[in-house]
């Protein structure tokens, strides 16, 4: 089988290379657009897609339409990080939070009956940097990770495509656990 690819949607993290190391070191080509560059589709040259972290422009989203049109009708499994996790979940109706900032490692409980956490233990430690949170899982998602300080810390749809993680997974052991775990699905 050819080496997977997974297009990396850069919304303006600072963390870009880390992110696309970690899927390199997991066994996947990579490459980065940023999101006003998305293709309307992924025609069979991508097995999955990422979206990075952002800068608070969740609630845009006439700028991040033609990205979560392509999430939507993508067919291959996509994993929003962080920020990534926002607009994912403002597009289905979710609703963000102020809450106190975190940087740095935090414990986080996980289902480990998900596939995505099948190589890590029910508590992970992941790295934060942020203050806004979701507090609930919009319709047609569902909570599969949770904090103190978070009630949704990992989202998954309903279909079981599509997740999302408030934590930046491209740092901490725990959190390219997650990440192979995620590529799983697509091998």
């Known amino acids: 089988m050819a080496q997977p690819r997974?297009?990396?949607?850069?919304?303006?993290?600072?963390?870009?290379?880390?992110?696309r190391?970690?899927?390199?070191?997991?066994?996947?080509?990579?490459?980065?657009?940023?999101?006003a560059s998305v293709p309307s589709r992924p025609d069979g040259r991508y097995q999955a897609i990422v979206l990075s972290g952002t800068k608070v422009r969740a609630y845009d989203q006439d700028h991040y339409k033609p990205l979560v049109d392509l999430v939507m009708t993508s067919g291959v499994p996509v994993f929003g990080i962080c920020g990534g996790m926002q607009i994912l979940a403002v597009s289905a109706g979710g609703r963000l939070a102020e809450g106190p900032q975190r940087v740095g490692g935090y414990e986080v409980q996980v289902d480990t009956d998900e596939p995505l956490f099948s190589y890590v233990k029910p508590t992970v430690t992941v790295f934060h940097r942020h203050t806004l949170y979701l507090q609930q899982a919009p319709a047609g998602f569902?909570?599969?990770?949770?904090?103190?300080?978070?009630?949704?810390?990992f989202l998954r749809s309903d279909d079981g495509r599509i997740f999302g993680s408030q934590a930046h997974l491209e740092f901490?052991?725990?959190?390219?656990?997650?990440?192979?775990?995620f590529t799983q699905l697509y091998r």
């Open 21 to 35: 190391r970690r899927f390199e070191e997991l066994g996947s080509a990579t490459d980065a657009v940023d999101a």
């Open 172 to 181: 901490r052991s725990d959190g390219l656990e997650i990440l192979r775990g």
């Open 6 to 19: 997974v297009l990396v949607v850069n919304n303006g993290t600072l963390s870009l290379p880390q992110l």
């Open 142 to 153: 569902r909570s599969i990770g949770r904090s103190a300080h978070a009630p949704v810390e």
